[in-house]
Structures are given as C-alpha cells and as structure tokens.
C-alpha cells in the first residue's frame, strides 16, 4: 500500500503532532454538538453499554480484595503490613488492567450496538468536508459482521498485551507510575484503531489498511487516542464523549488519507 508522502513526512515535531491528534477530539465535539439530533442518537447506545459497564467494574471493585488474596498466596504467612502491602499492590494492578479492558471493550460493544448512529454521525461530518473520497457501498450486515470480527480481534490483542502490564503492575513504584502511563498509550492505539474503522469501512479498507496507515503519522494516531481514553476514564465521559470520539476519528482518518478537514473553501490549516 502507498501511503501519501504527505503524511509520512513529518511537518511538525512529535510532541506538536500528538498534541494535534488530540486537538482533532476536541474538533470532533465541536462538529457533533452542532447536530442535537445525532447527540441525541449518539448517547443512547453508549449508555446502554455504559451502565452494562459501570456494574460491572463495580463488581470489580466489590471483589478485589478477594482476587489479589487468591493471587499472592505467598504472602499469607508474610507479616500483616508487607501482606497488606502486596495485596493493595495486587488490588491496584487488577483495577488499572480491568479499567484498561473495560474501556476497550466498552467502545467495541457500543460500537457494534450504535453501529447505525455511528456511521450516521460519521457520515455527517464527511458530508461538511466535502464528502468520501473513494466511498464503496457496503450491505449493512455485511459491514457489521466485519466489524465485529475486527473489534474483536483488536480486543484479543488488547487482552494480550495486558498481561504483563498486570505483571508489572506489581513492581512497585514502577507498577503505580510508568505502567499506567503505558497503558493509556497502549489503550490509545487500540482505542484509534477502532474508532476509525467506520470512516476506513466507508472506503472498503479493513483492520490491516488501517493499522498501516495510521503508523504512519502514530504521534497524531497517539495524541488522538489518548485523548479519548482519558475522557473515557472521567465518569459519564465515555457516555458522552463517545459519538463525538467517532466524529474525532473521521477527522483522523481523512488527515492519514491526506484528505481535506476544513470545510470546502475555508484555508486549509498547517498541520
């Protein structure tokens, strides 16, 4: 695949390109509050989800004492603060991975329930910027089904990968500092890849035309998604910020693709 050189050569240094991926989220919310009906649509399947998710991360919550005892059984003979100490160590490793899995999995499955309201938002905010380059017709279930399987190969991975942030989430210091910081850049990636499957859908590119054009500007790709995964963490953002996440996303993608993000006949800004 050709990726426009445009995109690969770096007009701006890292920090001021994730910086700009993150503004394109605040782009997105400023694009979808101007249609209170899409809002309206939008939130409806992310509260659906939501509340499936927030019972259970509760339910997390509620048994985490119990799970770090079952995973350190050696400190049961341990003195009682090196016990306790271990244990809230556990305790803090279980919440910062189920968080991490919690908000990947909660955009695969709000975007398989809201997959309509999405792609309608989505294709809204094409339509201000002059429309889909290369658009191809897709039967509906058709596309669902691929973004499904998609979604949930992203989350297999995403599984993967947090293993060992589990692991090293028992080191101390490093397991309460480094390691969630290394997770929201992790969280971000997949969160972007995801997100931008409708836009890429739209142009009959799958999970890998993504993944590789998205690598190509990954600061942009990174400030983009990190910004969206911190909101997610806020309570009630993930419900909120969600429809505009996925306009966000349409600005990220016609920016990978090398294709306009300014409304036809307003200056196209530096990037």
Do not use: H
């Not at 397991?175 to 836009?199: D, H, K, N, S």
């Not at 996303?249 to 196209?268: D, F, N, Y």
Request: proline share 7%; glycine share 12%.
């Amino acid at each position: 695949m050709n990726v426009p050189s445009s995109i690969t050569a770096p007009v701006t240094g890292a920090v001021g390109r994730f910086f700009s991926g993150a503004g394109l989220l605040l782009r997105g919310i400023g694009l979808y509050v101007r249609s209170p009906g899409l809002m309206l649509l939008g939130i409806v399947p992310a509260l659906i989800s939501g509340t499936l998710f927030v019972a259970a991360f509760a339910t997390l919550v509620y048994f985490v004492d119990d799970l770090a005892a079952l995973v350190t059984p050696f400190a049961d003979d341990w003195s009682g603060t090196a016990r306790s100490l271990v244990r809230v160590v556990a305790g803090l490793a279980f919440l910062g991975v189920g968080g991490l899995l919690a908000v990947l999995t909660f955009t695969a499955v709000t975007l398989a329930i809201g997959d309509p309201f999405y792609e309608k938002i989505s294709e809204r905010v094409e339509e201000r910027l002059g429309g889909t380059p290369g658009a191809v017709e897709a039967p509906f279930w058709g596309s669902l089904r691929r973004s499904v399987v998609d979604s949930l190969r992203l989350v297999a991975i995403s599984v993967l990968v947090g293993i060992p942030l589990f692991a090293a989430g028992f080191i101390p210091v490093v397991g309460q500092t480094v390691v969630p910081v290394i997770g929201a850049a992790v969280g971000g990636w997949f969160l972007a890849l995801e997100l931008a499957g409708t836009p890429f859908y739209r142009r009959g590119m799958r999970l890998p035309d993504r993944r590789t054009l998205l690598k190509a500007d990954r600061p942009t790709t990174l400030g983009f998604g990190v910004a969206v995964f911190v909101c997610f963490l806020i309570p009630l953002g993930a419900v909120l910020v969600m429809p505009a996440a996925v306009a966000g996303a349409t600005l990220l993608t016609r920016r990978t693709l090398g294709q306009s993000i300014e409304p036809p006949g307003r200056p196209v800004r530096e990037r």
